[in-house]
């Protein structure tokens, strides 16, 4: 179902044979015939904490339009505010699912906390009613296709501002006292915290190791540069991803749009991080 090759010099598949999904690199009828036959059911976490709930509305309706279109879908809403969740008109066989969960202080806590939660879910729920999850920000507003192509036993994506970086360059823990530390001669892409995804079973394997790494860093005192997204880094250095999303599938226009993107499918929503993040 892929072309493995490169195209306009872009990378199309990785070392170790995982294809990079770009558009025009695999055939959506041939997956959707797949993917129907199995007859599967996508679960899509997002984290509405505190004043996060503001950017539901449009993440719902954008999400009805774009993802997994013609599938069944689970959207988990984690939210300290479940009152606040919006009714939003959902075609058949797709459900808004309200996880209340506390709300920590400080958003970096908030952040840190969301491997946790999938965690303890996915031993506890999703495993029994959906195949797939899909972890994403809900800041952000799905904008193009996004469908069962993404789809893999462990997936991640490509950071936007680092897919045609060296290694050196990545914005890894570079510090050896943290769990999350990758030296800077490992790794192979740096990937962003803000949508990952796989079976339940993979997820959940990555999201305990990754909170086991962070109560150790907190129980030394330590907070990784980069929250949560340092630990999934880490693990995806010695856990490679089966299949890996290119920027077309996080976006944020703020960066510009290069002529590789053929698509913007996921897109950063303009935002006052300060107002909202401790609030």
């Known amino acids: ?164 970086a060296e290694r050196q360059s990545f914005s890894c823990e570079r510090r050896p006292v943290s769990q999350a530390y990758v030296p800077h001669d490992e790794g192979d892409f740096y990937y962003m915290g803000a949508f990952f995804g796989g079976t339940v079973k993979e997820i959940y394997k990555l999201t305990k190791k990754c909170h086991e790494a962070i109560m150790v860093d907190k129980d030394n005192g330590i907070e990784a540069v980069w929250q949560e997204e340092s630990h999934l880094n880490k693990y995806f250095v010695y856990h490679k991803p089966t299949k890996i999303l290119s920027p077309e599938y996080l976006w944020d226009d703020n960066i510009g749009r290069p002529e590789i993107l053929r698509k913007r499918r996921f897109l950063a929503v303009p935002k006052n991080h300060t107002a909202i993040r401790n609030k």
């Open 1 to 164: 179902n892929f072309l493995f090759h490169r195209r306009n010099d872009v990378l199309m598949m990785t070392p170790w044979f995982a294809p990079i999904v770009w558009e025009g690199t695999y055939n959506i009828e041939i997956l959707n015939e797949q993917f129907r036959q199995r007859n599967v059911t996508v679960g899509l976490t997002v984290f509405a904490i505190k004043k996060y709930v503001v950017f539901l509305q449009k993440f719902l309706e954008t999400a009805e339009m774009y993802f997994m279109v013609g599938y069944k879908v689970n959207y988990y809403i984690f939210t300290d505010r479940p009152q606040e969740v919006p009714k939003v008109e959902l075609k058949e066989g797709r459900n808004v699912v309200v996880l209340k969960v506390q709300n920590y202080s400080r958003w970096q806590e908030i952040s840190m906390r969301r491997m946790e939660m999938i965690n303890h879910f996915s031993q506890n729920q999703f495993i029994n009613e959906v195949d797939y999850l899909v972890c994403v920000d809900i800041d952000m507003r799905f904008n193009d296709q996004v469908g069962v192509e993404i789809l893999s036993n462990l997936f991640g994506t490509l950071h936007p501002g680092f897919y045609a």
